[in-house]
């Protein structure tokens, strides 16, 4: 309670609540009211009958603000003294239960504005899309490897079985309309061929051969010498496009035993939408190009960052580079345990620290199997978002699960991962 009377500075209304702001003479104390500063709705078809649920929230310095468990079909409000900032950050714990001990995942995500809401939803699918029957394509004159064959149309790589005799492939390919378009694309070498074949009706054998088929109509050299693992690929969308259903595979290849020297890959022209995938790497430390929408014009190169993890406990993380990044994503684990992990997203800015405290009491009460003092930085990466994306759009995305979200994946960035062994 006040000593004496102070005068009422300001009075501001947030999400319901009144929230008074005292100003007094030097030395009288002031107190701050709790207010609704946030809203997390649980959808009724969001799954929580195998974990026990939990939503917390914190300021930029650790402090926790609030902590509530939560179910499938509630609406949580959060509450407790504003933060001098008009953000804080948001976490959800999931606590699985298996035979062998207690396992908490955290995710956590930072600058959060207040006064918004959160909804958590199963997201969102297309139409499922139904097998109809299948069909056969036969290649001759193939001296490749049978799993550098793809057969892609609707629901990416169709092949459901593939056998090979001497140089003839025999691929039995899943239909979903009765007559469809198919995209033939394999490796002879080192290059990659494709062949379009078209009104292939279910229950078909079409045949084709090797010599016939062409190199996309634009082709990179694509070299990973010196690297470990690799992931390249080229795709192409018809109109009318899902992202979760590939149209065509122009050329794909994924090689996690080191690579060969170089390869001619790429894509073919006529196609309303493209997808690029390039990614590379050595042990944990790994560089991605991705890019949707128009088709890339030259093989992108990004250089590694150089960056410096000062601290790596949860409690106390901080670590520096030299370049300025869209995005950050920072994971933990119990290195000794093995029982808790946390994913930690945020705007990411040079001196980027990330500070908790020990959990609430509420937490330690129910579980005794909780301490931050051992969760230790494992993980880390970095988004470079090349077009008007940004972390609230990620922000957006993530928080209105299963809505409608005008722009929700970048359609061209540059991703930068490390770990520590």
């Not at 039995?172 to 009104?199: A, I, P």
């Not at 009318?240 to 090689?255: G, K, P, R």
């Not at 060969?260 to 690029?276: A, F």
Request: glycine residues 8%.
């Amino acid at each position: 309670m006040f000593k004496d009377v102070c005068f009422m500075n300001r009075i501001v209304t947030l999400v319901g609540t009144l929230f008074v702001f005292f100003s007094c003479d030097s030395g009288e104390d002031v107190i701050k009211e709790e207010v609704n500063f946030y809203t997390v709705n649980i959808e009724s078809n969001y799954s929580t009958s195998d974990t026990d649920n939990w939503v917390l929230a914190s300021d930029a310095n650790g402090e926790w603000l609030d902590i509530q468990p939560y179910e499938a079909g509630e609406t949580i409000v959060l509450r407790g003294v504003l933060p001098e900032t008009n953000m804080f950050n948001l976490t959800f714990l999931d606590v699985q239960n298996p035979p062998t001990g207690k396992y908490y995942k955290f995710y956590t995500y930072s600058e959060i504005k207040l006064g918004g809401t959160w909804i958590l939803a199963k997201p969102l699918t297309g139409t499922p899309r139904s097998p109809i029957g299948t069909a056969t394509v036969k290649l001759n004159n193939f001296t490749g490897n049978i799993a550098d064959i793809k057969v892609s149309g609707v629901k990416g790589n169709l092949i459901g079985s593939a056998s090979k005799i001497g140089s003839e492939a025999s691929l039995q390919v899943t239909m979903f309309r009765d007559t469809s378009d198919l995209m033939l694309t394999f490796r002879q070498g080192n290059e990659y061929r494709t062949k379009l074949l078209t009104d292939v009706v279910r229950n078909s054998t079409v045949t084709v051969d090797a010599l016939n088929a062409i190199l996309p109509d634009h082709n990179f050299p694509v070299s990973f010498s010196g690297n470990t693992f690799y992931y390249v690929g080229f795709y192409g969308y018809k109109p009318n496009y899902h992202l979760a259903e590939v149209e065509f595979i122009f050329s794909e290849s994924i090689d996690n035993d080191g690579g060969v020297p170089s390869l001619q890959m790429g894509y073919n022209d006529g196609y309303s939408k493209y997808k690029t995938i390039i990614s590379y790497g050595v042990g944990k430390t790994y560089h991605t190009y991705y890019k949707f929408g128009s088709p890339i014009t030259s093989f992108p190169v990004f250089e590694n960052p150089s960056i410096e993890v000062v601290n790596n406990a949860v409690k106390n993380f901080s670590w520096n580079t030299d370049y300025t990044f869209s995005r950050s994503t920072a994971k933990f684990i119990d290195p000794v345990g093995k029982n808790i992990a946390w994913e930690v997203f945020g705007p990411y800015k040079q001196n980027t620290t990330i500070s908790f405290h020990q959990f609430p009491q509420l937490l330690l009460d129910t579980y005794e199997s909780l301490n931050v003092e051992g969760i230790i930085f494992s993980e880390g990466s970095v988004h470079l978002y090349l077009d008007d994306y940004t972390y609230d759009d990620f922000i957006n995305a993530r928080s209105y699960k299963g809505g409608l979200i005008l722009k929700h994946e970048p359609n061209e960035y540059m991703y930068y991962g490390w770990g520590i062994d």
